[in-house]
């Protein structure tokens, strides 16, 4: 219910007690979508924005722990200023922090989501093309924006369906739309159905809900029938309640993630396991070949004398089996004694074989076991603590992967771009290896000047669906220009391609690298204007 307008109406009205007369230290991100606002008053606050457009909310925090390397600041103006009202678009889901030289807007919508600056002109912390910065700008200015409860106008509502009003009123939340259909029982109208259910959410505790089973959890107020058959747990507060909620919500996406990396582990065991059970099981039906290879072998040298080389095969009476005759299959290129030996060496290796082949089948049949035993196991709803322990016992790797592949990229030069896209410069000739071989994906942009020696330069792409646009590969080539023994020319050429197009050809010395193809842009050496400079 988090996104619900109305949830978001009560936010406010708590954020506007919370946050008024706070001043703002400082502004900054380290997160492509989440924006960190660090307040000075009688104790230190943090603002937590996410624009992540599948999980938007503000979060209050009381401590937040800002690194070392790789933050950007944003809104730079707002520094040392206070913040005067927090306020909500009356029908819409928009929340307006106020400060006395401009003001912070939060829009929830969709893919759109985002957090923005106006003052003279509107700005974005994710970036926005100019034509949907001035529609924003107008629509927010035409809002009517305030900071009590929205009730509406309860003559309107009378005889109309939730549908109906829904369809008036379209920032009504499908969450409140169940609750309300859940409620009809007794014959009220939907009308006054919908205003209990306002009145519940203006009024009454905050409450999270979870099923420790399957790790379902949703956040809400006491008394809603939608959640009713959820373990409950109340706040007398929105901000600790939306607190303990996203811990939560974290720990059950940590515990599903690890349970399927567990499953997915102990089914490709299985399967290896089962596999070598089956053949090993072959080997040992079979039985051991010693005696068979070693009586051949017997037989062979007893026949000695008739054996010529370049026999490929000869037939022999079985002297231990009176009446019967034996095929000895030979190597035509080896003498005679040679391949007799050949088959004492059978005889020993399918002694050995059988033997070892006896060991392995009980040692995989425990194996096999024991891993059916940790399958039942997780699948009876482990804690986090006893899905840590089976990760632990079955050496399963819990590989959280971190943002440019776990801080590799301190290694490199580090410039941001527009205040989104990570360019990354090479060092020298064995650090430009490092960040093409091991560093680039395979979708990352590569860049390189033409015909002179520099540095290898990529340009991180975070999102494959998203078309980079031209100004932002022509300023990233303008960087590899500048690092390169062409930084003094007028106009570089500078190769580009995707990653997957550059290998490191064998024998190549270092920094070398062949070019599978390529595109040519033609760019004046420097550092853009809008580029931060991140490495410290």
């Known amino acids: 219910m988090y996104k619900s307008y109305f949830y978001l109406n009560r936010l406010t009205l708590e954020l506007n007690t919370v946050l008024t007369e706070k001043r703002i230290v400082s502004i900054f991100s380290q997160d492509k979508d989440r924006l960190i606002i660090q307040l000075d008053g009688a104790e230190e606050l943090f603002v937590e924005i996410s624009v992540n457009h599948s999980e938007p909310f503000i979060l209050i925090r009381n401590r937040f722990s800002r690194a070392k390397k790789n933050t950007v600041e944003f809104f730079e103006e707002l520094i040392n200023k206070t913040i005067k009202e927090v306020l909500i678009a009356s029908d819409d889901r928009i929340i307006k922090i106020v400060t006395d030289i401009g003001e912070l807007i939060f829009a929830i919508r969709g893919k759109y989501t985002n957090l923005f600056f106006n003052s003279n002109t509107l700005r974005s912390f994710k970036n926005e093309g100019e034509e949907n910065l001035s529609l924003f700008k107008k629509e927010f200015e035409e809002k009517l924006f305030f900071n009590r409860f929205n009730i509406p106008d309860q003559k309107y509502l009378e005889n109309k369906s939730i549908e109906e009003i829904r369809n008036d009123y379209k920032f009504i939340g499908r969450e409140v739309e169940k609750e309300v259909k859940a409620r009809k029982s007794n014959g009220e109208s939907d009308s006054a159905l919908l205003l209990k259910v306002l009145q519940i959410i203006f009024a009454e505790n905050l409450a999270v809900y979870t099923d420790e089973r399957t790790a379902e959890i949703h956040i809400g107020f006491d008394s809603l029938k939608i959640y009713s058959m959820f373990e409950k747990q109340l706040f007398d507060s929105i901000i600790k309640a939306f607190n303990f909620f996203l811990s939560k919500k974290y720990q059950f ?7 399927k990396k567990i499953s997915s582990f102990i089914e490709g065991e299985l399967k290896k396991k089962s596999s070598r059970l089956n053949n090993l099981s072959i080997v040992l039906e079979k039985g051991s070949q010693e005696e068979h290879y070693n009586k051949i072998a017997n037989l062979l040298l007893i026949n000695l004398n008739k054996i ?17 005759k034996l095929i000895a299959k030979f190597d035509a290129k080896l003498p005679p004694q040679k391949n007799i030996d050949k088959y004492f060496e059978k005889s020993r290796d399918s ?21 059916k035993l940790y399958q039942l196991q997780i699948e009876k709803n482990p804690t986090l603590e006893e899905i840590n322990k089976v990760m632990i016992e079955l050496k399963i790797k819990d590989e959280i992967k971190q943002n440019l592949n776990d801080g590799i990229e301190h290694k490199f030069k580090h410039y941001l771009l527009e205040k989104k896209y990570n360019v990354f410069v090479g060092k020298d000739s064995v650090n430009n290896d490092l960040l093409t071989t091991k560093f680039a994906k395979q979708n990352d942009f590569w860049f390189h000047a033409r015909s002179v020696s520099g540095s290898h330069v990529v340009l991180r792409i975070e ?26 020319a007028g106009l570089v050429p ?3 391609t995707l990653k997957k ?20 842009l033609l760019v004046k050496p420097e550092i853009p204007s809008d580029a931060d400079y991140l490495t410290e």
């Open 351 to 371: 002694k050995i074989n059988f033997e070892k082949s006896g060991k392995l089948y009980q040692i995989t049949k425990k194996e096999f076991e024991i891993l």
């Open 253 to 259: 996406e940590e515990k599903n993630s690890k349970l």
């Open 494 to 496: 500078v190769s580009y």
């Open 501 to 520: 197009y550059v290998v490191k050809r064998k024998g190549q010395p270092a920094g070398q690298v062949s070019l599978l193809k390529e595109q040519v």
């Open 308 to 324: 010529n080389t370049g026999l490929s095969e000869i037939e022999l009476d079985d002297i231990y089996n009176p009446g019967y």
């Open 463 to 488: 999102n494959t669906k998203e078309a980079v646009p031209k100004s932002v590969l022509k300023k990233t080539a303008s960087l590899a220009a500048y690092h390169s023994k062409a930084k003094t």
